[in-house]
Structure formats: structure tokens, C-alpha cells
């Protein structure tokens, strides 16, 4: 599926949520996924690497993973998706910052809507959005294989919370099972928050998910 790609982290805001950015080594192409907060740090690392942010993707709106994202497409000047389920979430997403200890924020406008099995280019990198609500609504994961960006849905050994508003526990387990559990194993998975795993080893050890 085209050229080789790897995943850079930046953790960002109070609630450390991982703000990846998959990027393509021969071409520089990148996509910057939940920006949630440090908008500077993320622009300044970009330029560091000398990456050329296509798309900003939001896999949820929970204000920790998208409070630096209106500000990012500013200093980026690309465009931002994420699922249409989750625009009530993000119209709140900035009154609920100061509870957890970040700044009020400017709400970003999003230039598309992405929806189940959507592919979507962004130069020559190629994704695959696999929507799998619980977590919130409209929760996406973007597939690019090896990597898949899995947001609050699936982490190491545990998944997303189930109790927030339009969250679904049983939802949230049958979407991993039949969307992310049948990828191939050593795909890796790069989680909203904490460190990154494999389809195999969460399989095998997560307890969510047990025989």
C-alpha cells in the first residue's frame, strides 16, 4: 500500500494524549492526529523533521484531543475531518477545558466529514477510516498498515471509557473485535493516550477481550 510510513509522538495537555504523526519517510507527506493542545510544539516539530502536514484527522472531539487543533490548522493551513457524530462533542469541548486544567479554547471548523470505510489521500499517504463508536459516537481509527491510529477506542491492555455521553460499552467491544481484530497481527496500534501495542498482543492479553 505505497511507501513506508512511521509514527511520531508528541504528548500533549494535562491529560497526556498522544498527538501522532504518521508521516511518509521518502516523501515527507504527514497527517497530524489529535492535536490536543501545544499547538506550538507540535508546528515546531513538524518543521524539525521537515514533514509536509497534509490533513489534520480527529479520531474523537473530547476537548483532550482537539484543543490545539484550530490553532494548529492556522500555523499548518490544512484542512480538518473528523466523524459528523461528534459535532455536539465539539461544539462543548471548549467549556469542559478549565476542568481539566487547560485553557479555554477557540472551537476549529471542520472542512470534511468522514464516514465508515471512508479511503482518504492525503498526499502519498493513503488511510482507511474505520468508525467504531463507545467511546463517543462518531469514534474513528485510521488504518494504514503497518500503523493503526486507534484514538480512545483501544489501548495497551485496556479500552476507552464507556461512561461518558453517547458512550456505548457493548459497542465499543464488537466494533474492536470485528474491525480491529481482524487486521493482521503485527499491526501496530498507536492508542489516544499511553504507549503503543500490537492487534496480537491485545488479542492475547487484553483482559476486555477474554476468551
Known amino acids: 500500500m505505497g511507501n513506508k510510513v512511521d509514527v511520531y509522538t508528541i504528548v500533549v495537555n494535562p491529560l497526556a494524549t498522544n498527538c501522532h504523526i504518521l508521516y511518509d519517510l521518502k516523501t515527507k507527506d504527514a497527517v497530524v492526529f489529535d492535536p490536543g493542545g501545544d499547538a506550538d510544539e507540535i508546528y515546531l516539530e513538524i518543521g524539525r523533521l521537515n514533514l509536509i502536514a497534509r490533513l489534520i484527522l480527529l479520531t474523537h472531539a473530547h476537548v483532550d484531543h482537539v ?23 465539539l461544539k462543548t469541548a471548549p467549556i469542559q477545558a478549565p476542568l481539566f486544567g487547560m485553557p479555554i479554547f477557540r472551537t476549529p471548523e471542520i472542512d470534511f466529514y468522514i464516514e465508515d470505510g471512508q479511503e482518504i489521500e492525503a498526499g502519498s499517504i493513503r488511510l482507511k477510516a474505520l468508525h467504531i463508536p463507545g467511546h463517543s459516537p462518531g469514534s474513528l481509527c485510521f488504518y494504514c498498515p503497518p500503523v493503526l491510529i486507534s484514538g480512545d477506542v483501544l489501548f495497551q491492555g485496556s479500552i476507552g471509557r464507556t461512561d461518558l455521553p453517547g458512550g456505548d460499552y457493548e459497542s465499543l467491544i464488537n466494533g474492536v473485535k470485528e474491525k480491529i481484530f481482524t487486521l493482521p497481527d503485527d499491526t ?24
Request: charged share 25%; with cysteine.
Open 67 to 89: 484543543a490545539g487543533a484550530r490553532e494548529l490548522k492556522e500555523l499548518l493551513k490544512c484542512p480538518i475531518g473528523m466523524h459528523p457524530a461528534e459535532k455536539f462533542l
Open 188 to 211: 501496530i496500534v498507536y492508542p489516544g493516550h499511553g504507549p503503543s501495542t500490537t492487534v496480537r498482543d491485545e488479542k492475547l492479553y487484553n483482559p476486555f477481550f477474554g476468551e
